[in-house]
């Protein structure tokens, strides 16, 4: 996963810490997806290549590289988010899956189309986690239609900032 790449992030073990230094993060392990953009459903697309985009705070979002994965694209992927005012203003983690490298997409110009999202409500208790699976959503017309799923995991840790 990529994040801010001036930062190193590690986990509080029992050493004294300034308190300006801990922050509260998010523990992200995300595995794959499965059943997103059935080819029978979007013919037109030949390239699949998929990536996500998570974030709480909108400003301060990171995604992982492209895999290419047809219907099931396997990232097993960890990182960490730092949530520098939580838990007054995140109550959500945002992802969403992302076809790129598709310029055969109707309507994109960038090559970039959501083929599903989630926002899963966060735990605010330290040290809580949710883990499984969660259904995905994408847009279709002027409506919604559930297809496919994201497993992941979230934990809500303490960690240092230097």
């Known amino acids: ?22 922050y509260l993060g998010l523990h992200l392990e995300i595995l794959y997806a499965k059943d997103i953009d059935n080819p029978n ?18 400003n301060e979002n990171f995604s992982t590289i492209p895999i290419e994965g047809l219907l099931n ?51 605010r208790v330290l040290y809580g986690e949710k883990i499984g699976r969660f259904g995905l959503v994408r847009e279709m017309g002027e409506g919604f239609k559930v297809e496919g799923y994201i497993h992941l995991s979230v934990k809500l840790r303490k960690y240092i900032y230097v």
Do not use: C
């Open 73 to 123: 694209p396997v990232w097993n992927a960890t990182g960490v988010i730092l949530l520098k005012n939580f838990p007054k203003y995140h109550a959500f983690l945002n992802v969403e899956v992302l076809r790129v490298n598709s310029m055969n997409d109707p309507g994109s110009s960038s090559g970039v189309v959501i083929v599903g999202k989630v926002k899963i409500p966060l735990h």
């Open 41 to 58: 459903i979007h013919s037109y697309v030949f390239n699949r290549e998929h990536r996500l985009a998570v974030w709480v705070d909108p």
């Open 1 to 22: 996963m990529e994040n801010d790449l001036n930062r190193n992030v590690s986990r509080i073990q029992d050493e004294i810490i300034p308190r300006r230094n801990i």
